[in-house]
């Protein structure tokens, strides 16, 4: 640990914090107010959807009575936002098993294969990989409409579990796998899918699981494919629908919020560490 | 002799280049449905007229988005929001980064929050931000209070500043961890001897820390790139397909040309944005094998 001179600690210390509660506070905010009452956070917040009111809304972070009324609306009296819940989870479950089916085997190829051309196919997922979703958006769409999978759930499914990322990331997760221990199992005679399922997942364990969460928090947020590629909103996974809910019944939006918030959240908690390595792989040569 | 041993490993080398191969399949194939023949079919677009592309007309609809005011909007727009978003979004990355690997207090919460903003969903941010910026929102409610004028946060050019701020506030976190995996690699006793030699804080900076941070700077300034893109699904579900001018992006540009069925002005620009990223990471990997060597 190195230190800083001493008359430099306090605005340190000062900015450290004010970062960590420009991060926390919305959190908070949000949470707190998923146990307000609809008529408590209408009264409160209510200016900001009229659109014509002429007074400010101010910081209301402690709800002036606890209350799960929200929380009843939308888990019980609302059942269209469970199913909701339920199908996204669904399709970013799917998305997350297809996309570390691809990555893993993709990125043994390139970790501990060689074959032609390996180095230019290499920077050719690269170059995919860092384009943005919008430019990749035509091209899926063509190729969907082909398929004649518009419309339908696997177009949300296949080209996210397709996209090149999770190889990229695979890739440099495995190389850090020592070739001894897969050597070790060729000699005892291990197929090519034992290697991959007993040999390297295992060792790299924390690589796969990160890949795991990154590709689940994505796909959890994922905005623009449904928006190109339903036609029918009422299919819309909860990333979008949400956005309708903040207009159409505001006073709800916290604790739809919430539900939308929670398993990436609790994944967030359980997983930290595995989330900090996996960025950190994809920053490694 | 030598013959023997080349032909027993060739098979061996063969073999190994086929389970290669056929492991990569599944991206290969992926890669080459969904992006790459696509892609090429989006060229030809390009440089065609009509439904379907019946007609050649050479670059003569580059042109036409080029020269329309929708487009140059737009590209103006990401330009700046890339030439002010990224160097802030590195600076703080790599103050907080720096800061973090002091023992002060407030360093092991940051460290603990730091990816929470990533995490988020976009939904439930964007109900924050209209509480906190909207025109009746908790900022002017502030700036009132203050005596100040109340602006539009959310609909003038003051939007800009919103979606840089949310940019960084969102992906700051990635940068931070990456400099700090980083910042961890840099051997401790490289700054023993070089107290032993009297140089200072500064110095120690300057000669140590940002030549070996380099790498780690790199991919960080890549990811940030990435991410920039991203914002348009904040930009999107504040502001609609038509926002405030000043948050007109690319994204917009190409979503609406693409909401039009315009694929002729649609391939263009996405080719335009393609070969822009294209050129600005090769030459990022280009400079950054030069500094290397």
Same mark, same amino acid.
């Given at each position: 640990?190195?230190?800083?001179?001493?008359?430099?600690?306090?605005?340190?210390?000062?900015? +450290?914090?004010?970062?960590?509660?420009?991060? +926390?506070?919305?959190?908070?905010?949000?949470?707190?107010?998923?146990?307000?009452?609809?008529?408590?956070?209408? $009264?409160?917040?209510?200016?900001?959807?009229?659109?014509?009111?002429?007074?400010?809304?101010?910081? $209301?972070?402690?709800?002036?009575?606890?209350?799960?009324?929200?929380?009843?609306?939308?888990?019980?009296?609302?059942?269209?936002?469970?199913?909701?819940?339920?199908?996204?989870?669904?399709?970013?479950?799917?998305?997350?098993?297809?996309?570390?089916?691809?990555?893993?085997?993709?990125?043994?190829?390139?970790?501990?294969?060689?074959?032609?051309?390996?180095?230019?196919?290499?920077?050719?997922?690269?170059?995919?990989?860092?384009?943005?979703?919008?430019?990749?958006?035509?091209?899926?769409?063509?190729?969907?409409?082909?398929?004649?999978?518009?419309?339908?759930?696997?177009?949300?499914?296949?080209?996210?579990?397709?996209?090149?990322?999770?190889?990229?990331?695979?890739?440099?997760?495995?190389?850090?796998?020592?070739?001894?221990?897969?050597?070790?199992?060729?000699?005892?005679?291990?197929?090519?899918?034992?290697?991959?399922?007993?040999?390297?997942?295992?060792?790299?364990?924390?690589?796969?699981?990160?890949?795991?969460?990154?590709?689940?928090?994505?796909?959890?947020?994922?905005?623009?494919?449904?928006?190109?590629?339903?036609?029918?909103?009422?299919?819309?996974?909860?990333?979008?629908?949400?956005?309708?809910?903040?207009?159409?019944?505001?006073?709800?939006?916290?604790?739809?919020?919430?539900?939308?918030?929670?398993?990436?959240?609790?994944?967030?908690?359980?997983?930290?560490?595995? +989330?900090?390595?996996?960025?950190?792989?994809?920053?490694?040569? | 002799?030598?013959?023997?041993?080349?032909?027993?490993?060739?098979?061996?080398?063969?073999?190994?280049?086929?389970?290669?191969?056929?492991?990569?399949?599944?991206?290969?194939?992926?890669?080459?449905? @969904?992006?790459?023949?696509?892609?090429?079919?989006?060229?030809?677009?390009?440089?065609?007229?009509?439904?379907?592309?019946?007609?050649?007309?050479?670059?003569?609809?580059?042109?036409?988005?080029?020269?329309?005011?929708?487009?140059?909007?737009?590209?103006?727009?990401?330009?700046? @929001?890339?030439?002010?978003?990224?160097?802030?979004?590195?600076?703080?990355?790599?103050?907080?980064?720096?800061?973090?690997?002091?023992?002060?207090?407030?360093?092991?919460?940051?460290?603990?929050?730091?990816?929470?903003?990533?995490?988020?969903?976009?939904?439930?941010?964007?109900?924050?931000?209209?509480?906190?910026?909207?025109?009746?929102?908790?900022?002017?409610?502030?700036?009132?209070?203050?005596?100040?004028?109340?602006?539009?946060?959310? /609909?003038?050019?003051?939007?800009?500043?919103?979606? !840089?701020?949310? %940019?960084?506030?969102?992906?700051?976190?990635?940068? !931070?961890?990456?400099?700090?995996?980083?910042?961890?690699?840099?051997?401790?006793?490289?700054?023993?001897?070089?107290?032993?030699?009297?140089?200072?804080?500064?110095?120690?900076?300057?000669?140590?820390?940002?030549?070996?941070?380099?790498?780690?700077?790199?991919?960080?300034?890549?990811?940030?790139?990435?991410?920039?893109?991203?914002?348009?699904?904040?930009?999107?579900?504040?502001?609609?397909?038509?926002?405030?001018?000043?948050? %007109?992006?690319?994204?917009?540009?190409?979503?609406? /040309?693409?909401?039009?069925? /315009?694929?002729?002005?649609?391939?263009?620009?996405?080719?335009?944005? @393609?070969? !822009?990223?294209?050129?600005?990471?090769?030459?990022?990997?280009?400079?950054?094998?030069?500094?290397?060597?």
């Amino acid at each position: 640990m190195r230190r800083i001179p001493a008359m430099f600690c306090i605005p340190a210390a000062v900015i +450290l914090v004010a970062a960590a509660l420009a991060i +926390l506070l919305p959190v908070c905010f949000t949470l707190l107010g998923s146990l307000m009452s609809p008529g408590e956070i209408e $009264h409160y917040f209510g200016p900001v959807y009229e659109g014509t009111a002429e007074e400010t809304v101010r910081l $209301h972070l402690l709800p002036d009575r606890l209350s799960l009324e929200s929380w009843y609306q939308v888990l019980l009296r609302r059942p269209d936002y469970l199913i909701k819940f339920w199908n996204s989870l669904l399709l970013c479950t799917a998305i997350v098993l297809g996309q570390l089916t691809v990555s893993c085997m993709g990125g043994f190829a390139f970790a501990k294969y060689s074959f032609p051309h390996k180095q230019v196919l290499y920077y050719i997922l690269i170059i995919l990989m860092l384009m943005p979703v919008q430019v990749t958006l035509v091209p899926n769409y063509i190729v969907l409409d082909w398929l004649g999978l518009l419309d339908r759930w696997a177009c949300l499914v296949l080209p996210v579990a397709l996209a090149p990322f999770g190889t990229f990331l695979m890739t440099q997760v495995f190389k850090s796998v020592p070739d001894e221990l897969l050597d070790a199992a060729r000699l005892d005679g291990a197929s090519t899918g034992q290697q991959l399922v007993r040999i390297m997942i295992p060792a790299a364990q924390s690589g796969v699981v990160s890949l795991a969460l990154l590709a689940f928090i994505d796909a959890w947020n994922m905005v623009e494919q449904p928006v190109t590629f339903l036609q029918d909103a009422s299919r819309y996974p909860l990333s979008v629908f949400l956005a309708s809910v903040n207009s159409e019944n505001f006073p709800l939006s916290f604790a739809c919020g919430v539900l939308a918030l929670l398993p990436v959240l609790l994944l967030f908690l359980f997983f930290q560490k595995e +989330l900090v390595q996996g960025i950190e792989f994809s920053g490694l040569k | 002799m030598k013959r023997a041993i080349q032909e027993k490993i060739q098979p061996a080398a063969r073999r190994q280049a086929q389970t290669g191969l056929i492991l990569a399949a599944p991206v290969f194939l992926g890669s080459g449905i @969904f992006f790459l023949i696509p892609f090429c079919l989006m060229l030809r677009y390009s440089l065609t007229f009509g439904i379907g592309g019946s007609r050649f007309v050479g670059l003569r609809n580059y042109r036409e988005v080029l020269e329309s005011p929708a487009f140059r909007l737009a590209a103006a727009n990401t330009i700046r @929001f890339l030439a002010i978003g990224l160097p802030l979004i590195m600076a703080l990355g790599l103050l907080l980064a720096l800061l973090l690997r002091q023992k002060l207090p407030g360093a092991g919460l940051l460290r603990r929050v730091l990816l929470l903003p990533m995490v988020l969903p976009v939904a439930s941010i964007v109900m924050l931000v209209q509480i906190l910026f909207a025109g009746p929102g908790i900022l002017n409610g502030i700036l009132e209070q203050w005596g100040l004028f109340p602006r539009q946060w959310l /609909n003038g050019p003051e939007s800009f500043w919103v979606l !840089v701020g949310l %940019y960084v506030w969102k992906n700051c976190g990635y940068n !931070v961890v990456l400099l700090l995996a980083g910042l961890n690699m840099i051997p401790e006793e490289l700054y023993q001897t070089a107290e032993l030699d009297g140089a200072g804080p500064w110095a120690k900076f300057r000669f140590i820390t940002l030549p070996l941070l380099i790498p780690s700077l790199f991919f960080g300034f890549i990811f940030s790139i990435v991410n920039s893109f991203k914002v348009y699904r904040e930009a999107f579900l504040l502001g609609g397909e038509y926002p405030a001018q000043s948050i %007109y992006l690319l994204q917009h540009f190409l979503n609406n /040309n693409f909401r039009n069925l /315009n694929y002729q002005r649609l391939s263009v620009a996405a080719i335009i944005l @393609f070969s !822009v990223i294209f050129l600005l990471v090769g030459l990022l990997l280009w400079a950054q094998r030069k500094t290397e060597a």
